[in-house]
C-alpha cells in the first residue's frame, strides 16, 4: 500500500468501487467495463505513482539541504537560532532590566518601550520549538518524528 493510499484512506480502491458504479449505469457489455475499470486503475495508479514520487523529491531535497547546513563549517548558520533567542534576551534586559537602573542611578525619566505581543509570540515560539527539539535530541530519542525534524538517521546494521 503506497503513501497516498495511506493518506487518503484507501485511496485507489474506494475511488475504483465509485467509478465502477459509474460504469454500471452505462450499458456495455461484461468485457468493455472490465477494460474500462482496468484503463481507469492503470490511470489512478500511475498519478499516485508520480504524487509519490513527487513527495519523495521534496523530501530528498530537504534532507540535502539539512545535511548540507550541518556539515558546513559556517558555526553562525548552525547556531542561527540560538543567536535569536540570544537577541531577544538582550532587548528584553536593555528594556526591562537597564533602562530602570539608569533611571534610578541619574534620576532621569526613561520610559521603557513596551515590547510588541508578535515579539513575544515569535520569540516564545522559537524558543520553545528550540528546546523541544534539543530536549528530544539530548535525550535520544529516536523515531520517525524525530529524524525528520533533526535530519539524523538511526543507525543501521551497517552503521555499527
Known sequence: MGLLSKILGGGTESILKDIGGI??????SPEEKNKLELEFQQLLQKKDAE?????RAELGAKERIMVAELTQGDNYT?????????AGL???FINYCLIPIIQSIAGASI????????????????VGTYTIGRSVEKRGVRNKFTEIVTGAKKPGLLDI
Open 111 to 126: 520610559k521603557p518601550f513596551d515590547l510588541p505581543i508578535e515579539f513575544w509570540a515569535a520569540w516564545g515560539g522559537i
Open 23 to 28: 460504469i454500471d449505469k452505462f450499458k456495455l
Open 78 to 86: 548552525k547556531r542561527a537560532r540560538p543567536s535569536v533567542i540570544y
Open 51 to 55: 504524487i509519490e514520487e513527487t513527495i
Open 90 to 92: 538582550v532587548f528584553i
